[in-house]
């Protein structure tokens, strides 16, 4: 099982990215898909899910701001992340959840003037 996530980098408060994260070796529209973030010296925590059925979540501090959505004919999720704040500066990961778990490598976002 690989989750390649890729698309994070530097941008400068306001901006946008896109996150990407494309899965082998799992049956991708099975798996419940999540990002996560961990800002240096804080845990981990979920920043948007997207489930098998397209149901999605948010954490409050992104709501409005970022969108999460999924293709699975391509084994992908996406996260579009506007209006970029300092305190969104992480290590982006994804993880893919069934009956098992699956991590990506992650990815920094850094957000800075």
């Known amino acids: 099982v690989q989750l390649q996530a890729s698309g994070g980098g530097f941008v400068q408060p306001g901006g946008s990215l896109r996150l990407s994260c494309a899965a082998s070796g799992i049956t991708f529209s099975l798996y419940d898909m999540t990002w996560y973030r961990q800002a240096p010296g804080k845990e981990r925590d979920l920043v948007a899910s997207?489930?098998?059925?397209?149901?999605?979540n948010y954490a409050d501090s992104v709501k409005g701001r970022f969108t999460i959505s999924r293709d699975n004919a391509k084994n992908t999720v996406w996260l579009q992340m506007n209006s970029l704040k300092p305190e969104d500066t992480a290590v982006y990961y994804c993880n893919a959840r069934r009956r098992s778990a699956y991590w990506g490598q992650g990815t920094q976002v850094t957000v800075s003037s």
């Open positions: 997207i489930s098998s059925y397209g149901i999605t």
